[in-house]
């Protein structure tokens, strides 16, 4: 009886409670497997609790945003893919469609357009050209559709200077190079072509810094090989090139084995190394070399371009028909 009053006594006094909580906590290290002797106060159990329950949220908002963001990827590929699928396909309708056209025209020797105004307007490409009212066989031309309006046939272009433009009179005549890359059409089929109507011209310019410029003119017609295929054009309409073919109208073709001009010390054609109208000699010369500068002026250039002679990237000469109103 003692001894129990004595433990009781003891529990009521402070040092009681003290020795109480330690064996409590003795108790507790024992039974969780820990061998620190560690006192928790209620406020240092709330934090911690909190910080547990923080640290799983935001474990659990992280794996939510991680989700999230796999399954916005997988949408927006999905939608990607849609995309670029119906893309795909537009265009290998498109493809197939003028692929049959030009099987068409290529089983059919009687099938051909009359004018690059009548091929299809979303197309820039070859088609099998004959105008109407001359007597020659249908040929290939590049038909140009993305300058004032389109329906230009492509005479001339040059745009890398793969192809040697230092040519004879025959291949001037004939033509030589690819439709669809560089090339010359050739001065018989252009006498053919202005000589069944009336036609107007499109030069089109680059230089190597990629300014581009246009040069239009209402008239252009040359004549047959009997009058050396002869340059006539009319007035020049239009263009930030500037009018530098003026000199070359009434002129002549030459080329280094015919020199037609009128230029009295030499040939124009076998100094410039290219075949071309030349008079005396000329403001513009765009069969002559590819190069972007030369001291003698031998290069593919445009005076008006930027009043001097040096060298172009790329040139082309277009022309069509001009409607009558």
């Not at 990827?73 to 265009?91: P, R, S, V, Y």
């Not at 059919?108 to 020659?136: H, L, W």
């Not at 040096?310 to 028909?321: P, Y």
């Amino acid at each position: 009886m003692t001894s129990r009053k004595l433990n009781v006594a003891m529990m009521g006094s402070p040092r009681g409670i003290k020795c109480f909580i330690i064996t409590l906590g003795t108790l507790s290290s024992l039974y969780t497997g820990s061998s620190a002797n560690v006192f928790y106060s209620p406020d240092e159990k709330f934090t911690a609790r909190m910080g547990q329950l923080e640290t799983m949220m935001l474990n659990r908002l992280d794996e939510r945003m991680d989700s999230f963001e796999r399954r916005l990827e997988q949408k927006l590929g999905q939608q990607f893919t849609a995309m670029q699928k119906a893309t795909d396909i537009k265009w290998l309708k498109l493809n197939d469609k003028f692929t049959e056209m030009k099987n068409v025209i290529a089983q059919n020797s009687g099938a051909y357009f009359t004018s690059c105004r009548t091929v299809p307007s979303e197309f820039s490409n070859v088609f099998m050209i004959r105008p109407p009212g001359i007597n020659t066989q249908p040929f290939l031309a590049y038909c140009e559709q993305d300058f004032l309006g389109g329906g230009w046939i492509v005479i001339h272009k040059r745009f890398d200077g793969s192809l040697n433009f230092t040519r004879s009179w025959v291949e001037y005549r004939e033509g030589f190079g690819d439709p669809d890359g560089e090339h010359w059409m050739g001065l018989d089929k252009i006498h053919k072509i202005t000589r069944s109507g009336d036609y107007e011209l499109l030069v089109q310019l680059k230089d190597f810094d990629g300014t581009g410029k246009l040069a239009l003119y209402d008239g252009f017609q040359v004549d047959g090989e009997g009058a050396k295929y002869k340059l006539r054009f009319g007035q020049f309409v239009h263009g930030n090139a500037e009018n530098s073919l003026d000199p070359s109208n009434g002129a002549r073709f030459s080329t280094f084995d015919q020199d037609n001009d009128q230029h009295g010390e030499g040939s124009c054609a076998d100094f410039y190394e290219s075949g071309w109208w030349f008079k005396n000699c000329m403001n513009a010369n765009l069969n002559g070399l590819y190069q972007r500068y030369d001291k003698s002026n031998k290069t593919m250039n445009w005076f008006g371009f930027r009043n001097d002679l040096q060298g172009l990237k790329e040139a082309s000469m277009m022309i069509r028909e001009k409607v009558k109103v």
